[in-house]
């Protein structure tokens, strides 16, 4: 009898005529080279070695590629969820302000609310000073509307919470999702004070693009105002990180290339910069009369471009690990923190009913059970087509909570479908 098996969560590419073994379950990546390959013999899932005399398979073995025979990887899988769940990390996503000052042809917010009053704030803050202590860590994601038009409550609160966690032993980290029209110079050290380190800035594309789509309230463009804001960030020497997310829908494609030798003549040398691609996608069906969408294979020509100039996307490499790619919103620690209270799950759908799933009040969150459960109960423990898929340890049936509640049937990431294409990226 064998004592070893191959892992059932083993993924095969060809690579140069060479064999690329990646493991969903421990993240691993190993080469198989000439002789390794048929003695592997990715083809099957037969594997039936009395030992293993090869360095290569001790290799395999160390990276979970090939596995004792007893050893149950669903159950290292709960293991992994439940480690997941239980990290003691409090995840925030606070809106100051519920307004905006652009109104992107494609955005799905409704401007109806305004800025967090002083009293939901103390609110937010005796809610930090009653449950941090069962945290070790605590990250806030400043979003909106667009946040800095409520600057002074990011300023004021983040005092308050820094010195919370300070006192009680927490970590704290802090990031900020901005339409980057506001984040002139004093803004942007106002926030670097506030230990705000990580940012999330949209372009779409070069100028003429950018501006068709993301036009302030009396639809002029904001290209060169956000373009020079991120000039002036570079300028700093802080260690912070921006996400230059940037949207594609098929009206965009014709000039990303343009776009992205720009970036890359501009903030190339500076890895504090990270270009991301995006695909438009229409998630609460409200899209489609004003934007065409685009599909994500339609990315790759661009992401091969970028990489031809010098840009690199090895940090998408992070979501490949396992868990990488559930939604916070699943996650039962994390928590949207509506302008007036209202408590979501999802960041996409402020209008979803089901999105709504509590309120913040006097300091405590009372949030609705049954709604909860729907946000983080409701991936692989309720799907029969994530059971025996082998992305099952990266994505939980988790990668959009919201697409599952909405349309019954979990989502499969693009990472998953177009897996090889990415790792080639990398
Ligand atoms: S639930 Fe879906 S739409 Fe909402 S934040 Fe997560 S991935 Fe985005
Ligand atoms: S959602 Fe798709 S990729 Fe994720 S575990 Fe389920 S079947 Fe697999």
């Known amino acids: 009898m064998s004592?070893?098996?191959k892992s059932y969560y083993n993924y095969y590419f060809n690579y140069n005529n060479n064999t690329v073994i990646f493991n969903t379950l421990t993240g691993q990546i190993s080469k198989l080279e000439g002789p390794e390959i048929a003695l592997f013999n990715c083809n099957t899932s037969a594997?039936?070695?009395?030992?293993?005399?090869?360095?290569?398979?001790?290799?395999?073995?160390?990276?979970?590629?090939?596995?004792?025979?007893?050893?149950?990887?669903?159950?290292?899988?709960?293991?992994?969820?439940?480690d997941y769940i239980n990290n003691n990390e409090l995840f925030l996503i606070i809106l100051p302000t519920e307004q905006c000052n652009l109104r992107c042809i494609y955005c799905y917010e409704k401007f109806t609310k305004g800025s967090m009053t002083i009293d939901l704030q103390k609110s937010v803050i005796s809610f930090l000073e009653k449950k941090l202590?069962?945290?070790?860590?605590?990250?806030?994601?400043w979003f909106g509307g667009e946040p800095l038009l409520a600057i002074d409550v990011i300023e004021s609160m983040s005092k308050e919470i820094i010195a919370l966690c300070k006192e009680k032993n927490v970590t704290y980290y802090a990031g900020i999702t901005t339409n980057g029209t506001l984040l002139n110079e004093k803004n942007?050290?106002?926030?670097?004070?506030?230990?705000?380190?990580?940012?999330?800035?949209?372009?779409?594309?070069?100028?003429?693009t950018h501006d068709n789509q993301r036009v302030d309230m009396s639809g002029e463009g904001t290209f060169s105002k956000i373009y020079n804001n991120l000039l002036i960030m570079k300028s700093f020497?802080?260690?912070?990180?921006?996400?230059?997310?940037?949207?594609?829908?098929?009206e965009t494609e014709i000039s990303v290339n343009s776009y992205i030798d720009k970036i890359y003549m501009d903030f190339g040398n500076d890895t504090r910069f990270k270009l991301h691609l995006v695909a438009i996608a229409d998630l609460t069906g409200e899209l489609k009369s004003t934007i065409d969408l685009c599909d994500t294979s339609h990315l790759f020509p661009f992401y091969n471009y970028a990489r031809s100039k010098g840009i690199d996307?090895?940090?998408?490499?992070?979501l490949y690990k396992p868990g990488g790619m559930i939604c916070y919103a699943a996650n039962p620690n994390s928590f949207v923190i509506g302008s007036d209270?209202?408590?979501y799950k999802c960041t996409v759908a402020f209008e979803e009913e089901v999105n709504n799933v509590g309120k913040l009040e006097n300091g405590k969150l009372n949030c609705i059970n049954r709604k909860l459960c729907l946000w983080n109960n409701n991936g692989f423990e309720t799907s029969e087509k994530c059971k025996y898929c082998k992305f099952l340890p990266i994505c939980f049936g988790k990668f959009c909570p919201l697409e599952k509640i909405i349309h019954h049937e979990e989502p499969c990431p693009p990472f998953k479908k177009y897996i090889e294409r990415y790792f080639k990226l990398f």
Not at 49 to 63: D, V
């Open 188 to 208: 942007f050290k106002l926030l670097l004070n506030a230990r705000v380190y990580d940012y999330q800035i949209t372009l779409d594309g070069c100028q003429e």
């Open 47 to 82: 594997y039936k070695p009395e030992s293993l005399n090869s360095e290569k398979e001790k290799e395999l073995l160390y990276k979970g590629m090939i596995l004792n025979c007893e050893v149950d990887e669903r159950k290292i899988i709960e293991k992994n969820y439940l």
């Open 237 to 250: 020497k802080d260690n912070f990180g921006v996400i230059l997310r940037t949207n594609i829908g098929v």
């Open 341 to 343: 209270g209202n408590i």
């Open 133 to 141: 202590e069962n945290y070790k860590a605590l990250y806030i994601s």
């Open 3 to 5: 004592k070893y098996k």
């Open 313 to 318: 996307f090895n940090y998408y490499k992070s």
